[in-house]
């Protein structure tokens, strides 16, 4: 088993920054991709960003430009810098991690952490 927890969720105006980070604990080495979901009330969650463990990232459409994903290995932990922040990315964040892919389907999940932009 795989626990994943979040922090660094908060409220900031739009035009702003927040960073979300995401531990990993337990059975890690059974890992090898790590991203983010988002869920906006009601809509259905959304990928928003995914990273391999040897560094290969993608991301959604809407937040290319503006949001980075990254990793340490070392400390299974991974990133996401949110940057130019719209009231849109308003969302409940969640880290996802699984052995083969997070794009078809999530193996684990985080606990989820809020993000708030203000217009």
């Known amino acids: 088993q795989v626990q994943l927890v979040e922090s660094g969720g908060g409220l900031v105006q739009a035009g702003g920054s927040l960073r979300l980070s995401c531990v990993a604990s337990?059975?890690?080495?059974?890992?090898?991709?790590m991203g983010w979901y988002r869920q906006a009330p009601g809509k259905q969650r959304e990928l928003v960003a995914g990273?391999?463990?040897?560094?290969?990232?993608n991301y959604a459409d809407s937040v290319k430009g503006r949001f980075t994903i990254s990793g340490d290995n070392a400390k299974n932990t991974v990133y996401l810098q949110m940057n130019s922040l719209k009231p849109e990315d308003t969302a409940v964040y969640y880290c996802a991690a699984d052995p083969w892919s997070i794009v078809t389907g999530v193996t684990y999940w985080g606990q989820g952490t809020q993000v708030t932009v203000s217009s």
């Open positions: 990273i391999t463990r040897g560094g290969v990232t």
């Open positions: 337990g059975s890690t080495f059974s890992i090898n991709v």
